[in-house]
Every structure is written in structure tokens, then in C-alpha cells.
């Protein structure tokens, strides 16, 4: 069974740019959860979506946004990219509303210039 | 405001002694509480969890232990192993709340010397 999957693996943009980021979850999980984990930083909850909408949100400026779709895929967007969002994204996913035990994907590593 | 804190960044431990990583949390709210490991280039893989209901929970050498009066956990790992050096995340969530999200420390890297 294929674990969470992320593409791509990196991606370097300029200041001001846009970067879209994408996940696979695991067959069969519904919820996918978006986290940013900058230098020296714990994971930062970013958002979370679950049979299409978007459940929870955390404390990011709005020019982080993203969707799920049908098939439970989801997409990260950052918008008018700055140097600190320079971070690994990670995406996780569950099964239905369950949050524990979230898999993990290995990560998208952001680098804005 | 952090709700769940690690507070040592790092840990050093002699293999096959016992590594004690610690963790505090600040919402009473919090049911659940897991433990995830990360090697670097690698996302988290999740290692051990415990429900409110219980204060042990253990799996082969890792032992994690509740304490909700203090509001504190612990992950015991025995004996430690050179291959346990990795970066360990604890995490809480709501079971019964709306959040529906995992909160993580900030973790503390182990480092266990052969």
C-alpha cells in the first residue's frame, strides 16, 4: 500500500511568487492536514481538509489557502511567497475524522529567494 | 502560546542505557497524546500514542507515561540503540473537539552514542 505522497520533492521560487504543493494521501483516508515545519521550529498546523472542505485552519495569513479534491488529493498554496516561508511543508493524512496516528509524507522542502 | 513544549532541544544517551524524552502540555482539553519520530529528509513516522484514559502505554522498548495531573509525558525508550537517534515530536489532540488537528512540540533530537 502506497504511503502519503508529495510533489515535488523541492522547489525553489522567487519573493513574490506563487508555489503550489501537492499530496497523495493513503487509499482510503478522507483527512488531510497541511503542516509547515521552518528552521528551529516545531510543526506549525496549517490546514486541514476532510471530504472536500476545509475544517480548521491555524494561525498563517491567508495567503496560504488550499483545496481538496474529489479524490481526496489535496493542494498547498502559498501566495506572494516572502523568504520566511522557506520551510518543509509536510502533508498528513487519516482515516474519516480520526486524528490519531496521522501518517506522514516526506515533505516538501520550500525555498524562497 | 505554546500548548505542548518540549523542553530540552536536545538528549545524549550512551546505547543500551535509557533514553527519558519529555513532554508538557497546557490544555486541559488534550485526550490523546502521541509520539512521532523524524530522521532528517524524512517525514514524521509515528512511533507510540496513549489515550487519557490510561497513564502507560507500552510497545516492544518504548514505554510512554501519563501523567494528567501534571499534565505532563513521557517517552521511555530501553535499551536506547544508536538507530533511535532522531529528532522525537510529541503531539496532543482533542478527540472530542473541533480542532481536529495534531498540536506538536517542538521536539528534541536524541542522539544515542555507541
Known amino acids: ?16 511568487q ?7 494521501p493513503i487509499s482510503g483516508h478522507t483527512s488531510v492536514y497541511w503542516y509547515q515545519q521552518a528552521l528551529g521550529l ?18 498563517f495569513p491567508p495567503r496560504f489557502s488550499g483545496r481538496q479534491f474529489p479524490n481526496y488529493s489535496s493542494e498547498l498554496n502559498v501566495n506572494a511567497l516572502e523568504l520566511e516561508d522557506s520551510a518543509l511543508y509536510l502533508c498528513a493524512s487519516t482515516r474519516e475524522l480520526l486524528n490519531t496516528e496521522a501518517f506522514f509524507g516526506q515533505g516538501t522542502r520550500l525555498t524562497v529567494v | 502560546d505554546q500548548q505542548v513544549k518540549q523542553n530540552s532541544p536536545s538528549l545524549s544517551v550512551q546505547e543500551g542505557r535509557i533514553s527519558i524524552l519529555n513532554c508538557d502540555y ?5 485526550d490523546y497524546f502521541l509520539w512521532y519520530k523524524k530522521y532528517p529528509a524524512e517525514g514524521p513516522t509515528f512511533l507510540i500514542s496513549i489515550s487519557s484514559i490510561k497513564d502507560k502505554n507500552e510497545d516492544g522498548r518504548f514505554t510512554v507515561f501519563l501523567n494528567k495531573s501534571a499534565k505532563h509525558l513521557s517517552l521511555h525508550i530501553v535499551p536506547s540503540q ?20 495534531l498540536i506538536f512540540g517542538k521536539g528534541t533530537k536524541l542522539s544515542v552514542k555507541p
Open chain 1, 42 to 59: 516545531g510543526l506549525q498546523f496549517l490546514l486541514w481538509y476532510d471530504e472536500g472542505e476545509e475544517r480548521n485552519r491555524g494561525n
Open chain 1, 18 to 24: 506563487q508555489a503550489t504543493l501537492r499530496c497523495s
Open chain 2, 26 to 30: 497546557t490544555n486541559s482539553m488534550f
Open chain 2, 82 to 101: 544508536p538507530g533511535d537517534s532522531a529528532v522525537y515530536f510529541c503531539a496532543a489532540s482533542s478527540m472530542g473537539g473541533s480542532q481536529g488537528n
Open chain 1, 1 to 16: 500500500e502506497a504511503g502519503v505522497t508529495q510533489s515535488p520533492t523541492h522547489l525553489i521560487k522567487t519573493r513574490g
